[in-house]
């Protein structure tokens, strides 16, 4: 690529030295009327070299042959018309000074203006033999395509695939839903129509070769609703369609056609994915011994590969699942041969097996992101989830306090606020926990990061999804108002990773998240991109809210006490009156003796003592606990939700309305996921 730019600058200039002799000669056959006096040669001869000699070290001075030609533009001519200026100057000032009064002035005018349109034209040569002549070879196995968006995106994907000759894509229209853009031309390219009228402008284009094979979503910034309903209008017509990348990658100037790409859940959840500066992050794991616990699970394991790229002294993976850990123990050593990795095979109950890995280990940093999570389980297993979630972090933040770890970052989630499972009350208290200090004593800076649904983590709705549709469906979804917040595992692991290099300790770090997504429009929008119509090909069936689910769940309480200034844009910080280690401690003991005689009502209320706003789900009702979240949500009221035909483990009939069927007495998960 390089030798090709140097190859085609020496050509330039060539052709440059060439345009310079020719606009000079030019200007005195035009201004002899095309028949030069013999005595005038001399003088015409002096003035191409010195027209040489003074115009092409000009044109490297400001830059001529810095920009591609092949995407020379509107910049590159005003360069050339810079650089004329000031070569026209300086050359005529030489030539009157070295010719003399015998130079014709006249001639020194024409010279400027000529030799300006030969510059141009040779700097623009290149895209116009692309755009104009390479564009034209037809029935040689190019791919119709149609551009969804007319603005700045499709603009720039249209002058590439022109000035590509390697893209077989020939663009045969936009389509967009401004009515001030209908009928326009935007590179030569005409808007055809709006979204809505895919299906009648690819019949129509289908007339002439070639004919439509791609639509290409060009709307790096839709929101979620805008790119499902371009993606509903492509499969209007029945025409597959990509997308190209978001505006990040835009802006990092890669070339844009080799990005187009499938679409994919993320493009349709709503809102560009959280970047966050690394650099401090840097700084506070480089040369430090960090642990991560839960580190062969989802969130676990992406912990470790983001911590292991900032070149910690050394990364302790800790977890029970042996398989899991010894694949993740794998894939690190694979990846970062000169990473000092230990794994710690161990159960965070066990306060031995902690301590001995806490100090022979000498660990600063702590991820906390061991726990049980799926919610329906855990209603099944409350003795289970309050033993492994509550004491194992408490065994944690006891054993990191012992051993002077700097700072401990627990994984909770959007669960814990006003809980009404026990796996989000567990995870409240361990929040509490986690932030619990003394004002006169030390231990780690701790502090919790909530997030929402992690696109792809273990358990989570899109693999579900994915397979579900893979065997014909149906696709389960719990029910149709069902909506939650979702993140990508990239973006929940540089937020944690973030958030424990700014914690001052006892904060509670939560991502915008933007608007929650309903569950059933990502099943639709699944089904569609497999390919298929939702309730025709594939079915969608509401099995009902399982025990312990919500609605909607929330990022804070609605109280905004306690939230402190952004740090970090996008990433909303709550910093709560933190319990003293001392009434944790008694808590905690009173807790052990519940739950070594096992008794879950008592353990339960014992839980609302520290988490008051805890409402079992048992206690309340499906009814309840909907009218509950219904009152807090966007929804109206529940009436309004049957009122569409919405039963509690009703299916969707075929024209997409869901089909009312008996409510069962009893809720059974068909999978146990985390909706
Ligand atoms: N995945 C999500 O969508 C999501 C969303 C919000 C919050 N979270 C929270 O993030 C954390 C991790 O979630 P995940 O998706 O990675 O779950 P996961 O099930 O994939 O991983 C959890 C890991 O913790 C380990 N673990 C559990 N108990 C342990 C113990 N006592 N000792 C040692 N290891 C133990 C498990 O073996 C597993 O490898 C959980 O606390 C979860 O509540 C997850």
Redo the contacts with the bound molecule.
């Keep these: 690529m390089k030798n090709d730019h140097q190859s085609d600058v020496w050509i330039e200039r060539a052709c440059h030295l060439g345009a310079v002799g020719l606009s000079v000669t030019m200007a005195f056959l035009l201004r002899f009327d095309f028949s030069i006096p013999n005595g005038v040669f001399p003088i015409l001869r002096q003035a191409v070299l010195l027209a040489a000699l003074t115009k092409l070290p000009i044109f490297d001075w400001v830059g001529f042959y810095r920009g591609l030609r092949r995407f020379a533009s509107i910049p590159d001519l005003y360069i050339v018309f810079l650089g004329n200026l000031a070569g026209s100057a300086i050359f005529a000032a030489i030539s009157i000074f070295w010719i003399g009064p015998a130079m014709p002035r006249s001639v020194l005018l024409i010279d400027t203006l000529v030799c300006f349109l030969a510059t141009a034209l040779v700097r623009f040569s290149v895209r116009i033999r692309d755009e104009a002549f390479l564009r034209e070879r037809s029935g040689d196995g190019r791919r119709g395509i149609i551009i969804y968006g007319a603005g700045a995106a499709g603009a720039e994907l249209v002058h590439e695939i022109h000035s590509n000759r390697c893209t077989r894509y020939e663009v045969k229209g936009f389509l967009d839903d401004d009515p001030l853009k209908q009928g326009v031309l935007i590179l030569g390219v005409p808007v055809l129509g709006s979204g809505r009228q895919a299906f009648s402008v690819v019949r129509s284009l289908n007339r002439r070769k070639p004919v439509v094979d791609e639509i290409i979503i060009a709307m790096p910034s839709a929101t979620g609703p805008q790119m499902r309903e371009a993606l509903a209008n492509c499969r209007a017509a029945r025409i597959p369609c990509k997308t190209v990348p978001g505006i990040e990658e835009l802006l990092s100037g890669k070339v844009l056609t080799a990005q187009v790409r499938n679409l994919s859940v993320h493009d349709l959840l709503g809102r560009q994915p959280v970047k966050m500066d690394e650099t401090p992050v840097q700084a506070s794991i480089a040369g430090r011994s960090v642990l991560v ?2 580190a ?5 394991s992406e912990l470790c590969r983001q911590v292991a790229r900032f070149g910690p002294a050394c990364l302790i993976a ?4 042996e398989s ?1 850990l010894f694949r993740i123990e794998n894939e690190l050593r694979e990846k970062y041969p000169e990473l000092e990795l230990v794994t710690a095979l ?4 066990d306060p031995h097996r902690l301590a001995d890995v806490l100090k022979a280990h000498g660990v600063e940093s702590i991820y906390h ?5 799926h919610v329906p389980m855990m209603e099944s297993h409350v003795l289970e989830a309050i033993r ?1 979630n509550i004491l ?1 972090t408490w065994n944690l933040v006891r054993t990191a306090r012992h051993h002077n770890a700097r700072s401990l970052l627990m ?4 669960k814990a606020v006003n809980p009404i499972c026990v796996m989000g009350a567990t ?1 409240r208290v361990c929040e509490r926990i986690v932030s619990a200090r003394n004002p006169d004593s030390g231990g780690p800076k701790g502090a919790s990061v909530r ?4 696109l792809g ?2 358990g ?1 709705v899109v693999p579900i999804f994915q397979a579900q549709i893979s065997i014909g469906g149906p696709v389960k979804v719990t029910h149709p108002e069902a909506r939650r917040y979702f993140m990508t595992i990239s973006e929940a692991v540089s937020l944690a990773v973030q958030a424990s290099t700014r914690s001052q300790g006892s904060e509670i770090f939560v991502l915008d998240m933007g608007e929650p997504v309903r569950i059933v429009d990502l099943a639709e929008t699944m089904i569609r991109l497999a390919g298929k119509v939702p309730y025709e090909d594939i079915d969608i069936e509401f099995t009902g809210l399982r025990p312990g689910e919500k609605l909607l769940e929330e990022i804070n309480d609605g109280q905004n006490a306690g939230i402190l200034p952004r740090c970090l844009e996008k990433v909303q910080i709550i910093r709560e009156q933190p319990l003293t280690w001392d009434i944790v401690a008694d808590w905690i003991n009173e807790l052990e003796i519940l739950l070594m005689a096992r008794q879950e009502p008592q353990l339960i209320q014992h839980i609302q003592k520290l988490v008051p706003e805890y409402t079992p789900a048992a206690k309340c009702t499906h009814v309840q606990a909907e009218q509950k979240l219904l009152a807090g949500s966007s929804l109206r009221s529940r009436s309004a939700l049957l009122s569409s035909g919405v039963r509690e483990n009703g299916k969707a009939g075929k024209n997409g309305k869901p089909r009312p069927t008996a409510a069962p007495t009893q809720f059974i998960p068909p999978i146990a996921y ?1 909706q």
């Design positions: 616990t839960g062969a699970g989802s969130i676990g800790f977890d029970q699942a899991d161990g159960d965070i109950r992101a061991a726990a049980y999570k492994n194992g994984i909770s989630s959007d995870k997030f929402g649904n992690v983590s273990n989570s985390e």
